[in-house]
């Protein structure tokens, strides 16, 4: 399919700037039965739905000779859930509307509101920017939305996660009821299509995600390894890849400060965007990446959202994502306008499931590999910098004098030697990292435990689920009746009918003497039974679901009597703890393994 039926302006300016065919988007929002109602579109990131929107709404605004007619007040409006986001918009909208006589005003955060107001002012045909901003100049009256003839909400989802939902329903109730209204969203969670029935009539539903929603032009892949060398690992992968572009998503803005830290001190051109940063050091940030002059970026999610680097071909999670929406989103910073692009998922051993129940939602198919190897980085730069020794060049006169002037000095061999070796000292040293082995990964799990605890002995108590069993009730108990503190008390595994709970080896005798003692001392903890026991909690799940169900023969029966736990249980009998009453029972495991 090929631009078909635009205004001539429009048309002039997609050649213009190398649109040969329009994106599945584009394509959709042109269709017959999409023209002139308002659109409910499920869209990737990166997949031309600036253009897409651009598009559509220019029956709305322009006149019969394709150009834009002079008016007081806008007759269209985008908004967009960040700053970066809406001067994308802005730069986007400019070019597709140049011949047209638009005037497009920006309104955005860490821009001067006088100046803006005076583009207002002037007659701007588009606005563009965010809620807060649009909200402050509807409410000073510096915004007059009577004349709208559009509205576009891009990327809808985002900002009702970002807590833009009053700054949107205010502007959205200021608008006539005679506007379309375009809502471009990567996901459709219920808040979406709430918003959707409120503000729009009749709308079509327009979705270009399909059953594959991972980018087409991104490969996916799933890095392996210890808990321990995630840092190593980004190091290598960063070398290995040698991207122009690296963006590398963490879950904190701790995590940010500190792996940029670290990739600075390894020698890498790093910046840093989180919520800690003021729009003067992002906007410095983001120049830097634009300018070259830095090729990394370590980021959160939020301060994330709306970047887009042309030359971005590498995305790290070196955090894994909360959902499949966010490894959507975060994937989707890179193998925009028909560019590829590598996504890598860095998954420590005991995550692996995890991320393969997340990837299975996200129906992304990911190419799990191991970390690469120093090995592997030493021999891509070889072929990297052979690549680039072999590329023609002009040689000056000056460089020819000075290449005469080594080869009287040294033999050929050695100049290219050491021409090697200057290019190898500009590069950060890759890292040694622990082969992906069985011994590996048990030694990895090994480390997880807390000190002390290398050697336990498992107890249990005749209390679980069914009895409303909680850590915050068993840890006082536990130290009270064993004459422990809770620094010597381990994981503890709640079942349906037993609870189990480690103890160091060191005090297990002490504190089953103490247990003896204190055996029956409290009447309301009489029934309570507390012994050493000789299977681990694994070993004994199948008997506690088999005493949890009626008519099981192990343990006490559903019907029975329960002991009775301090605080738990009232005179009346009535349940009185945290959980009586409640419909949802405790987690099986409210404490990690040690």
């Not at 000073?140 to 807590?163: N, P, Q, S």
């Not at 090994?446 to 409303?468: L, S, T």
């Not at 060191?506 to 003497?513: G, L, Y």
Request: hydrophobic share 40%.
């Amino acid at each position: 399919m090929t631009f078909s039926n635009l205004p001539p302006h429009l048309g002039e300016a997609l050649v213009e700037r190398g649109y040969a065919q329009p994106t599945p988007v584009q394509a959709a929002v042109l269709q017959p039965e999409a023209l002139g109602r308002d659109l409910v579109v499920s869209a990737q990131t990166g997949s031309g739905k600036t253009v897409a929107f651009g598009l559509a709404m220019a029956g709305q605004l322009l006149g019969d000779e394709g150009t834009m007619p002079r008016a007081s007040s806008p007759l269209a409006l985008v908004i967009a859930p960040t700053r970066e986001l809406a001067l994308q918009v802005s730069r986007e909208l400019t070019w597709l509307y140049a011949r047209t006589g638009a005037r497009i005003a920006t309104c955005v955060g860490g821009m001067n509101p006088s100046l803006e107001r005076r583009a207002l002012q002037a007659g701007a045909s588009i606005v563009v920017g965010t809620p807060g901003r649009l909200r402050d100049h509807l409410e000073r009256g510096a915004l007059d939305l009577t004349a709208l003839r559009a509205v576009v909400l891009d990327e809808a989802d985002e900002m009702l996660d970002m807590g833009f939902r009053e700054d949107l329903e205010e502007i959205l109730d200021a608008t006539p009821d005679a506007r379309r209204t375009l809502l471009f969203s990567a996901t459709m969670p219920r808040p979406i299509e709430a918003l959707a029935k409120r503000y729009q009539r009749d709308a079509l539903r327009i979705s270009t995600v399909g059953d594959d929603r991972g980018h087409g032009d991104i490969a996916y892949q799933a890095v392996t390894i210890s808990p321990s060398e995630i840092e190593n690992a980004v190091v290598n992968l960063l070398r290995f890849h040698e991207a122009e572009t690296a963006l590398l998503f963490c879950a904190t803005r701790d995590n940010v400060r500190h792996l940029h830290a670290m990739l600075q001190e390894r020698g890498f051109a790093a910046v840093a965007l989180s919520g800690e940063h003021s729009q003067s050091e992002r906007n410095q940030a983001l120049q830097a990446m634009r300018d070259r002059r830095v090729r990394v970026c370590v980021a959160t999610d939020v301060a994330a959202r709306g970047i887009d680097l042309p030359t971005l071909s590498l995305v790290i999670h070196v955090e894994i994502p909360r959902d499949a929406e966010a490894l959507q989103h975060r994937s989707g910073r890179t193998g925009r306008a028909g560019k590829k692009g590598t996504a890598v998922l860095l998954v420590p051993y005991p995550r692996r499931r995890r991320v393969e129940e997340l990837l299975r939602r996200a129906r992304i198919n990911a190419e799990w590999i191991e970390a690469p190897s120093r090995e592997a980085i030493m021999a891509q730069d070889r072929e990297r910098l052979l690549a680039a020794l072999l590329r023609p060049v002009e040689i000056e006169d000056g460089d020819r004098e000075l290449a005469e002037r080594l080869l009287a000095e040294r033999t050929p061999l050695d100049i290219a030697a050491m021409l090697i070796q200057a290019h190898r000292s500009t590069m950060p040293e890759p890292e040694e990292l622990i082969e992906n082995t069985p011994d590996a990964r048990r030694a990895t799990q090994q480390e997880r435990h807390r000190p002390g605890f290398e050697d336990i002995v498992w107890f249990r108590m005749n209390v679980g689920r069914n009895q409303n069993a909680d850590p915050r009730w068993i840890l006082p108990v536990l130290c009270r009746r064993g004459h422990i503190t809770r620094n010597e008390i381990g994981a503890i595994r709640i079942g349906p009918a037993e609870t189990h709970f480690q103890v160091p080896r060191a005090v297990a005798d002490k504190f089953s003497a103490a247990l003896l003692r204190t055996a029956g001392s409290e009447g309301d903890e009489e029934s309570l039974v507390i012994e050493q026991s000789d299977e681990a909690p694994r070993d004994t799940a199948r008997q506690n679901r088999k005493s949890s169900r009626p008519g099981g023969d192990a343990g006490p029966r559903p019907g029975g009597p329960k002991p009775h736990r301090k605080g738990f249980v009232k005179k009346s009998g009535h349940a009185s703890g945290p959980y009586a009453g409640a419909k949802k029972k405790p987690p099986r495991d409210r404490r990690s393994d040690p």
